[in-house]
């Protein structure tokens, strides 16, 4: 589902600023974009509209509001051009707006002084006409605005500061987040008290609170230390989450806007240039992350815009206005299809709510419950627009506080009360889902599996493993206090390299020293100086031996490779002499790898722009590979151990078979991008994955047939831009590919596929801070119990720490066998490397995962679907105390068994009445 966000629709003459208050700083309805304007004072409200006018190009006007800063403002669901705003001014007021182009009102249509200081937010009610929550500086209050005087509720006075509210999407609920790190949810017609509060948040540092689906919440923020963080919420029961992810460190407050018929959830922080696109369901894994999309300026407010204004004929999904320092950016969301611009899919667009309002404020204080009628989205069945009624002049109508008289000149309409929607007589432009002809514009509301069919065909084919989890495991499992970390070793090595038993890290001391860490050995390291190997020489890349636990290989810029020997243990003592030197190569080698099945074969690629071949059982070079007009980026053996491909800075890929020829055997065009790149085998052998650059220096990943490079990628997606390559680490068994740079703080995951769309997004893991590499370990160590499909360790400035990739499952008392297949024993050799030279071919055995006290899930007993959660008015209906008791009774029983087997306690005597001493 890819976001773009094209310049020549940008809206220009924009200017606004950082601001101190808790609005989104933008709103849009069907019709207006309505922003804060940057100016002393901050009473400035910058207007333009949602589709250029006539000639292409967007007016910008400007209102002035208030006397102060304007701190939220909103768009009527029920009128585009109804906009209430509040202010630190102490005041609420409604706008009837015109069209840019036009002269605006002069002054509100309705003022409201609610006397509870300084204002910081405004919500129209989602089903209700004439209704607002109000957010006073500790107390939301509810007001109808046909009684002006008075609000008709003013709810708890919050402990602090308050940051947010969100109505639920029916009306019946109001949620609120405060400094204090309380969450809480009123019932405005019940009472005046919470439903359901608790102390949920960590950091009182500006929190967010958002209706999601059913009874779920959404919350940003942050955490004790500051990394910004989504969570979701039961509001049933606000005691801890059901899920959570983590956004990274940055000091601008999290924006999310949420779309109601897709489920998916957008997340703009302030300051930041990019916007993350989370899906949101009602069943594990709940929060899963799902695009990721940047922009070129600062974020200092962002809106969604109106479900009726997107083009459906191109497939547009989801708009959202993005507000920058000098312009609004329209960022789109756009599914691609084979015929988009011909005809509508149906299956991407459910019914929306529509725009006539369910009931009157008095009907839904007096206990109504009504809904939004929803409304299709399909052009053809849309109400055709009657022409406009000729210009009458309006009665003059005095409007209470402030109110004003409207020219009919101006083109902005009068109506007869504050809050009303436009009548029938109005110009039908002005409301897309008027009521005249109502009948043809709409359609059956969709079941839930024509939701989740529309979801599932709104984000394209979906991989099992999308919602895969990354998780850094339990702290007792770090290596800390790593002292002197080399951060700056080429491009072309992984930073460091690990086994099933140790890892080896580069040290920033002369001599290219390498410090060798026990895995079983975790915990902080001595503050003294530890044993290495001396390498003698700057390292510019390493690797174990993958058949040989203790044979570290490390390359130097000195043109030599050093074969040394950890004893068993780990390094006890300084290392200086090594096992073997391998000499061959003129200038500085870029590269190292091991043979994936033949023991004590090495390839390594040089500056001399030569690819060798080396024997260790022999210790001399066996073959020279030749071809490469500029440096060597990557190489990788083919699954079978046939082939080798390499990937270069002269812009090609090659596949060479180096038992036959020393110069390739196939070549194709490679990635345009001179910075780094990394190539590797996927899905069995048929196919190479290129991780490099464009020509723009963004960073993207190429599928290769390994049976026809000539033909060049044949698929390919842009991933983001930084400067440091993605190094790829690829699990056969589930063709999952897990990819991050040096100095990111985001891994990406993807499942390849060997057919459209090759490239299968998977949640992001986000680690808190930049990471200097992640190395993979076999198999074998994945807790098959946890549906963990790979392990790797992460290292960071300071310390190693094991990351879990986990599959959310339901049933885990189950082998998932279809997660886990018979998995190679790569970590055992499948030939020598004489056999292998002298033509033989070998594979590895395989061996299954699956404990022997676990059944396979394809073999569990089937059971009825059940119900996770009772309805909220189970929970919120007051019950007696004899209800109460039955119903603790019943959980009791069934918790403990049988009803008939009677409890040992039941047997014993009591004592008579009056036996009991007073």
């Keep these: 589902m890819p976001a773009a966000h094209l310049a020549q629709e940008w809206i220009n003459n924009v200017h606004a600023g950082s601001f101190s208050c808790q609005g989104n700083h933008i709103k849009a309805s069907s019709k207006l974009v309505a922003f804060n304007m940057e100016q002393a004072g901050g009473g400035m409200l910058g207007l333009s509209s949602v589709k250029p006018g006539p000639d292409g190009q967007w007016t910008v006007t400007q209102i002035s509001c208030h006397s102060d800063l304007i701190t939220d403002m909103d768009f009527s669901p029920f009128d585009e051009y109804l906009l209430a705003t509040c202010s630190g001014d102490e005041m609420v007021k409604l706008w009837r707006l015109c069209d840019p182009e036009l002269e605006q009102p002069s002054s509100p249509e309705l003022t409201l002084h609610p006397g509870q200081g300084r204002l910081e937010l405004v919500h129209f009610h989602p089903t209700s006409s004439g209704l607002l929550a109000v957010g006073a500086a500790k107390s939301p209050l509810i007001w109808d605005t046909s009684r002006q005087d008075a609000p008709l509720a003013v709810l708890e006075q919050h402990g602090d500061h308050l940051q947010s509210l969100s109505w639920k999407r029916d009306g019946s609920l109001l949620a609120t987040s405060c400094k204090d790190k309380m969450l809480r949810v009123f019932d405005p017609r019940a009472q005046l008290t919470p439903v359901q509060s608790a102390k949920s948040l960590q950091n009182n540092k500006d929190s967010r609170v958002l209706w999601a689906k059913d009874d779920l919440l959404l919350t940003t923020g942050f955490d004790m230390i500051r990394t910004r963080e989504v969570k979701l919420w039961d509001s049933r029961n606000l005691s801890s989450s059901i899920s959570s992810a983590s956004l990274g460190t940055s000091s601008g407050m999290l924006i999310p806007l949420f779309d109601e018929d897709t489920g998916l959830l957008l997340?703009?922080?302030?300051?930041?240039?990019?916007?993350?696109?989370?899906?949101?369901?009602?069943?594990?894994?709940?929060?899963?992350?799902?695009?990721?999309?940047?922009?070129?300026?600062?974020?200092?407010?962002?809106?969604?815009?109106?479900?009726?204004?997107?083009?459906?004929?191109?497939?547009?999904?989801?708009?959202?206005?993005?507000?920058?320092?000098?312009?609004?950016?329209?960022?789109?969301?756009?599914?691609?299809?084979?015929?988009?611009?011909?005809?509508?899919?149906?299956?991407?667009?459910?019914?929306?709510?529509?725009?006539?309002?369910?009931?009157?404020?008095?009907?839904?204080?007096?206990?109504?419950?009504?809904?939004?009628?929803?409304?299709?989205?399909?052009?053809?069945?849309?109400?055709?627009?009657?022409?406009?009624?000729?210009?009458?002049?309006?009665?003059?109508?005095?409007?209470?506080?402030?109110?004003?008289?409207?020219?009919?000149?101006?083109?902005?309409?009068?109506?007869?009360?504050?809050?009303?929607?436009?009548?029938?007589?109005?110009?039908?432009?002005?409301?897309?889902?008027?009521?005249?002809?109502?009948?043809?514009?709409?359609?059956?509301?969709?079941?839930?599996?024509?939701?989740?069919?529309?979801?599932?065909?709104?984000?394209?084919?979906?991989?099992?493993?999308?919602?895969?989890?990354?998780?850094?495991?339990?702290?007792?499992?770090?290596?800390?206090?790593?002292?002197?970390?080399?951060?700056?070793?080429?491009?072309?090595?992984?930073?460091?390299?690990?086994?099933?038993?140790?890892?080896?890290?580069?040290?920033?001391?002369?001599?290219?020293?390498?410090?060798?860490?026990?895995?079983?050995?975790?915990?902080?390291?001595?503050?003294?100086?530890?044993?290495?190997?001396?390498?003698?020489?700057?390292?510019?890349?390493?690797?174990?031996?993958?058949?040989?636990?203790?044979?570290?290989?490390?390359?130097?810029?000195?043109?030599?490779?050093?074969?040394?020997?950890?004893?068993?243990?780990?390094?006890?003592?300084?290392?200086?002499?090594?096992?073997?030197?391998?000499?061959?190569?003129?200038?500085?080698?870029?590269?190292?790898?091991?043979?994936?099945?033949?023991?004590?074969?090495?390839?390594?690629?040089?500056?001399?722009?030569?690819v060798r071949l080396w024997n260790l059982e022999s210790g001399g070079e066996v073959k020279i590979l030749t071809g490469h007009q500029d440096q060597v980026f990557g190489m990788?053996?083919?699954?079978?151990?046939?082939?080798?491909?390499?990937?270069?800075?002269?812009?090609?890929?090659?596949?060479?078979?180096?038992?036959?020829?020393?110069?390739?055997?196939?070549?194709?065009?490679?990635?345009?991008?001179?910075?780094?790149?990394?190539?590797?085998?996927?899905?069995?052998?048929?196919?190479?994955?290129?991780?490099?650059?464009?020509?723009?220096?963004?960073?993207?990943?190429?599928?290769?047939?390994?049976?026809?490079?000539?033909?060049?990628?044949?698929?390919?997606?842009?991933?983001?831009?930084?400067?440091?390559?993605?190094?790829?680490?690829?699990?056969?068994?589930?063709?999952?590919?897990?990819?991050?740079?040096?100095?990111?703080?985001?891994?990406?995951?993807?499942?390849?596929?060997?057919?459209?769309?090759?490239?299968?997004?998977?949640?992001?893991?986000?680690?808190p801070e930049p990471h200097k590499g992640l190395a993979f370990l076999p198999k074998t160590e994945c807790n098959v119990r946890d549906v963990e499909i790979a392990v790797g360790l992460m290292l960071t400035k300071a310390t190693v720490e094991p990351v879990a990739f986990r599959v959310p499952r339901v049933k885990k008392e189950f082998f998932q066998d279809d997660v886990y297949t018979d998995t190679a024993e790569w970590w055992k050799p499948a030939l020598t490397a004489s056999a292998w030279l002298s033509g033989s071919n070998g594979q590895h055995k395989k061996i299954s995962l699956k404990p022997k006290d676990m059944t396979p899930v394809s073999e569990a007993p089937k059971e009825a679907p059940v119900r996770k959660y009772m309805p909220s008015s189970f929970y919120l209906e007051e019950k007696t105390d004899e209800q109460k008791k039955e119903e603790l009774l019943s959980a009791m029983v069934a918790k403990l068994g049988n009803m008939d087997d009677p409890l040992p306690q039941e047997s014993f005597e009591g004592v008579d009445e009056d036996e009991w001493d007073d």
């Design 267 to 610: 997340l703009a922080g302030l300051g930041d240039k990019a916007i993350d696109c989370f899906e949101v369901t009602s069943s594990e894994p709940f929060l899963s992350q799902v695009s990721h999309c940047l922009v070129d300026n600062s974020t200092r407010g962002v809106a969604m815009v109106p479900k009726v204004v997107l083009d459906v004929m191109s497939c547009e999904v989801m708009r959202v206005l993005q507000l920058t320092d000098s312009c609004i950016v329209p960022v789109s969301y756009q599914v691609p299809r084979k015929n988009s611009g011909q005809e509508f899919h149906e299956d991407l667009y459910p019914d929306t709510v529509g725009s006539t309002p369910a009931m009157s404020a008095e009907e839904w204080w007096q206990g109504g419950n009504k809904q939004v009628e929803k409304v299709g989205l399909n052009p053809d069945r849309r109400p055709k627009p009657k022409a406009p009624p000729a210009k009458q002049m309006p009665a003059k109508k005095e409007v209470a506080r402030g109110g004003s008289k409207e020219d009919p000149g101006h083109g902005c309409s009068t109506s007869s009360s504050p809050l009303s929607t436009p009548s029938s007589s109005a110009d039908p432009s002005r409301s897309p889902s008027s009521t005249s002809g109502l009948s043809s514009g709409f359609l059956p509301s969709p079941s839930p599996s024509q939701s989740a069919k529309a979801i599932q065909s709104l984000l394209g084919p979906t991989s099992k493993f999308r919602h895969i989890q990354g998780a850094v495991m339990h702290r007792d499992t770090h290596i800390t206090n790593i002292r002197g970390l080399n951060l700056t070793t080429p491009g072309e090595c992984d930073g460091f390299c690990v086994n099933r038993q140790r890892m080896a890290v580069p040290l920033a001391i002369s001599g290219g020293q390498i410090a060798v860490f026990e895995r079983s050995q975790p915990g902080k390291l001595p503050d003294t100086a530890l044993p290495t190997i001396q390498n003698s020489v700057n390292v510019v890349d390493f690797s174990w031996d993958p058949f040989d636990t203790h044979r570290l290989a490390v390359a130097g810029d000195d043109a030599k490779i050093r074969v040394w020997q950890v004893p068993e243990g780990g390094l006890k003592e300084t290392l200086t002499e090594p096992e073997l030197i391998l000499q061959g190569h003129t200038e500085k080698i870029y590269s190292i790898k091991f043979h994936p099945l033949a023991s004590g074969l090495l390839v390594s690629s040089s500056y001399d722009l030569t």
């Design 636 to 767: 990788a053996w083919s699954p079978d151990g046939k082939l080798l491909a390499t990937v270069s800075k002269d812009g090609k890929v090659r596949i060479y078979d180096p038992r036959k020829s020393t110069a390739p055997v196939q070549e194709g065009p490679g990635p345009d991008g001179p910075r780094g790149a990394r190539i590797l085998w996927v899905c069995e052998g048929k196919y190479l994955l290129v991780s490099g650059f464009d020509s723009r220096s963004e960073r993207q990943l190429c599928l290769y047939s390994a049976d026809s490079l000539s033909s060049g990628a044949i698929a390919s997606t842009q991933v983001d831009v930084s400067p440091s390559t993605l190094i790829p680490f690829y699990d056969p068994d589930t063709s999952v590919v897990i990819l991050t740079g040096k100095g990111d703080t985001r891994v990406l995951i993807y499942e390849i596929v060997p057919e459209e769309p090759y490239f299968m997004d998977c949640s992001c893991f986000n680690s």
